[in-house]
């Protein structure tokens, strides 16, 4: 909790530190109901800051303090300033030796920051600022020390003490007792520091590096878990021979853990030689894990094991570039599943959930730039702007450059900066020397805000067989930011022939074509392109692949959608079109709806989904993404205003409409693949999530008919196959139908079978939490007291919270406003047991301009509510305070 006035920080205030630690030892005495730290910092002042000896200001919280020396001379009251949050004190020499003991209380840790207790295992949680709960220290990324650290704890609760970096000594200790030494020869910043002791079973593999190094690979689990780790060792394995591959980057320890813990803040922690993880991004296996569960894993133990170059060996100088390491990393795990799995299905993915998400986020009172300029409390940016988008800067910073000129950028950023702690603007200077090229207006992209959008138009003339296509750019105001330059948007396109035949791509000027596709450089407020050489007027293909995170608009009508969905050779875009082609009829229902006409859904969408379904060629996930509708979020974040309910009936109506007229291919296909699914082992490859996606995705528009013999294959389904991915999806089907005798059994056989795990519990929450059904808000309420749920467990809020605030709209945004108290409620009772995901919770609440103004003002009140409820979390408060302004 604060106890200072929550104060504002800002990027241009950065000064370098005044000292530096050279070595730091920690030595930690776990016990049931404290824990002793001692650390001796090897400190010097800073040659850059000057010759004076400023007082030394450590960063600690929640500690207490035992005894302090300096040299070897213990330091008394006098001699030291003890406040809330730092230590301040004189050093007498430029070199010196600081020695603390403090006690802290990781056993009544709720906040899942520092260090806490997971269950009964001991673990950290360091980013960004949790380690100054552990001891005093210089806790800022650029202050980077050489570690060892000493673990001691009762022998037979916590027979396993790790730390980072290489084993180098342990043995007995009296009482019971034993101690492990770790040696880290890597500087590092606090924040990579990871401490784990528990009692764990681990499964064991190695991996041969390419210099021939062999390293060995952990994955520590507690006992019950050992049986779902296989699928994250290759994931592992897989990730490092990547990195080799594609970037060059050889890991550099000689062992490389992961440890699975079951309460956990987000996803995963890149500690350094020793990740630590939510359990639910490691254990994975047919019977428990669904196929999006195990893309998931391979993707998040992927990104940490990346950030052990772009984080680790190269990391931030201050928070405010946080997406130096993150948004790389993103891209960096991107491009990694996209080479194991579909690429296009990955991207349309990752489209879909930018759009949706991070567009909202860039529009609401939170928005802020990829780095932003000023913060109150870091957590609170571990955003989808800055991961997400962050991506997106480097993807075009990758699709300006080529693949060749991007790999030079970053062979030079990892050889010129190793070991250092660096901005941005170092990341840009590296692209920039390693290509010869100049890079100042594209860092727009890290300083402003918003989404652009880009208006498109065109015109031919077919005297001179010219076809021009002119550019608009403009981006909203966004808190702190109202006026912004322009741009550089990459724009990949195409051209269509009235067959659907790629056209050459010869822009006026040019002596030829250099080809069928191409990428322009929008970069002013307006600006066109002309193409020459066409005989006919081309249907263009823009922004491929979504080459740039901007809204594009382009007076597409919707014959046009259709025969991009046929014709278009790029495959993403294919998708793209029949998305603008449901956005459109959709929108139109939405109008008859709010008008109180009669539904009438266009034909056309029938005719475009037809086609997709008949499309043996056709990868069956993508015909499983042509088949998804637009969500209900989505069509929320590209209204003005959001009519919740009238989204959420001309949504349901065109898919009943659908599903009526599509059901007999979707029979056929449904069969077919069940069929396969039944006579096949499950396996974790793309072609198997296709099939599977497309057999569940046809499950549920089949049971909208309500047939007795869907039913029977749902029930089928949901009995007899061998993998969650199906038995999931046919609950999901079952929970989301009127058959309530059958609902209510499946519910109950499928808590009774899995309730001792609490990760397949986790998707019973979710799954009831999203039904749309009347009454949500209400069974919701039912659930959180049902005993496998716990608010002290992140999973467990946002399977069931987060699930019910963030995707089932229609009943999270009742007009009475009983969703927003319930929510309002729970952030309340969260802000005082773990700020991070009080503050997380929150997110549903901060969009109220969306919606009409009744709404708007119940979500106000309830903010309103919250800002007055007592003392807040510097998190929450931040939140609640920005979406008031
Ligand atoms: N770097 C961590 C995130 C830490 C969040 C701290 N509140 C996980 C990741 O992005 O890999
Ligand atoms: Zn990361």
């Keep these: 909790m604060r106890t200072e006035q929550p104060k504002m920080i800002y990027l241009k205030d950065y000064q370098a530190p005044e000292y530096l630690i050279d070595e730091t030892h920690l030595t930690f005495e776990l016990f049931e109901d404290h824990t002793l730290v001692h ?18 200001v450590l960063d600690g919280q929640q500690l207490e303090l035992l005894a302090l020396s300096m040299d070897g001379r213990e330091l008394l009251a006098g001699d030291y300033q003890l406040s809330d949050s ?107 520091f990871a401490l784990v002791a528990g009692d764990l079973w681990c499964i064991e593999d190695t991996f041969n590096t390419m210099s021939q190094r062999e390293v060995a690979l952990r994955i520590y689990v507690e006992p019950e878990n050992i049986d779902k780790c296989q699928h994250a060792m290759d994931s592992l394995k897989k990730s490092m021979r990547w990195d080799e591959e594609v970037y060059g980057r050889e890991y550099d320890l000689d062992i490389f853990m992961i440890v699975a813990v079951n309460d956990f803040n987000m996803g995963a922690m890149e500690n350094k030689g020793l990740n630590i993880f939510n359990s639910s991004c490691v254990l994975a296996k047919a019977e428990t894990a669904t196929d999006a569960a195990h ?55 990752d ?130 930011q109202a006026q912004k330059l322009p741009f550089v948007i990459p724009v990949e396109l195409g051209l269509l022939d009235g067959k659907g035949r790629a056209l050459p791509l010869r822009l ?54 259709m025969f991009l969905m046929q014709h278009d050779s790029d495959g993403f875009n294919r998708w793209e079109a029949g998305q603008q082609l449901a956005v459109q009829v959709l929108q139109e229902l939405i109008g008859q709806h709010q008008r109180g006409e009669k539904l009438l859904l266009d034909q056309r969408l029938v005719a475009a989904l037809r086609t997709v379904l008949a499309d043996q060629q056709l990868d069956q996930a993508m015909v499983a993404e042509m088949l998804s509708l637009p969500s209900e979020a989505y069509l929320t974040e590209i209204s003005e205003s959001a009519d919740v309910d009238a989204i959420h009936t001309a949504r349901e109506f065109a898919r009943q409409q659908l599903a009526e007229a599509l059901f007999a291919p979707l029979w056929q296909r449904y069969q077919a693949n069940r069929e396969l699914s039944r006579h096949s082992e499950y396996v974790a490859e793309a072609a198997h999530f296709a099939r599977r996606s497309l057999q569940n995705i046809a499950l549920s528009y089949l049971m909208m008919s309500e047939k007795p013999e869907v039913l029977g294959a749902c029930l089928e389904q949901y009995e007899a196959c061998d993998n969650m991915t199906e038995r999931l999806a046919a609950l999901a089907v079952l929970v989301n139908s009127s058959f309530a005798e059958e609902k209510s059994k499946a519910l109950a056989a499928f808590a009774e079978h899995f309730k001792d795990n609490p990760l397949v519990m986790d998707q019973w929450f979710s799954v009831q939490a999203g039904s749309t059904l009347p009454g949500g808000l209400e069974r919701v309420q039912q659930l959180m ?73 119940l979500m106000r009140a309830e903010l309103e509510r919250i800002l007055a409820s007592g003392e807040l979390s510097s998190d929450v408060y931040e939140v609640v305070s920005k979406s008031l302004a």
């Design 86 to 192: 730092h230590l301040t004190l004189q050093p007498l020499a430029a070199n010196f030796t600081l020695d603390s003991s403090v006690r802290i209380h990781p056993e009544s840790n709720t906040a899942l920051e520092g260090l806490y207790k997971s269950g009964s295992m001991f673990c950290t949680q360091c980013e960004a600022e949790g380690f100054r709960k552990i001891t005093y220290y210089l806790d800022r990324p650029d202050v980077m020390s050489r570690f060892t650290t000493t673990l001691s704890a009762e022998q037979h609760s916590y027979p396993v003490l790790l730390s980072n970096g290489n084993p180098i000594a342990s043995g007995p200790e009296e009482g019971g007792r034993h101690w492990a030494t770790w040696e880290d020869p890597f500087m590092k910043p606090a924040y990579l």
């Design 785 to 857: 007291q049902h005993p496998a749920f716990t608010l002290k467990n992140p999973n467990k809020v946002r399977a069931l919270i987060g699930a019910f605030a963030g995707q089932n709209l229609v009943n999270f945004h009742r007009a009475d406003g009983a969703g927003y108290r319930f929510l309002a409620d729970l952030v309340i009772t969260l802000n005082a047991l773990n700020p991070q995901i009080a503050s997380r919770q929150l997110a549903p609440l901060t969009r109220w301009s969306k919606y009409d103004a009744a709404r708007q003002a």
């Design 508 to 561: 006026a000027g040019e002596a030829k074509a250099p080809g069928e596709t191409r990428v322009l450089a929008v970069t002013e407020a307006e600006q066109s392109f002309s193409f020459v050489d066409l005989a006919e007027k081309p249907l263009p293909s823009l922004l491929r692949g979504l080459s740039a995170p901007v809204k594009l608009g382009f007076p597409y009508d919707r014959d046009q959608l």
């Design 295 to 349: 893309q998931r894993v391979e993707a998040v133990v992927a990104h940490e094991y990346f950030h052990n170059w772009s984080g680790n060996r190269v990391t931030c100088r201050d928070w405010f570039q946080l997406s130096l390491k993150e948004g790389f990393t993103v891209f960096r795990d991107a491009e990694f599943s996209a080479d194991m799995n579909s690429r296009t299905v990955k991207r349309i993915e």
């Design 351 to 480: 489209v879909a959930y930018l759009r949706t998400h991070q567009f909202a986020e860039d529009a609401g009172p939170m928005a802020h730039a990829v780095r932003p300029d000023s913060f109150i409390e870091i957590s609170n940016f571990y955003t989808l702007t800055v991961y997400e988008k962050g991506s997106e800067v480097v993807r075009m910073i990758h699709t300006l450059l080529g693949a060749e000129g991007f790999r030079k950028g970053t062979d030079l950023y990892f050889q010129r900066h190793d070991g250092q702690a660096v901005t941005c603007d170092d990341f840009i200077k590296a692209m920039e020397d390693a290509n010869g090229v100049e890079l100042t207006q594209f860092k727009r992209w890290y300083s402003q805000g918003g989404t652009p959008r880009l208006q498109v138009s065109e015109a031919y003339d077919a005297a001179s067989k010219t076809y021009t296509l002119s550019f608009r750019q403009s981006c909203p105001a966004t808190p702190g």
């Design 39 to 56: 650390a001796q910092l090897l400190m010097r002042r800073n040659p850059e800051r000057g010759a004076g000896l400023p007082p030394l």
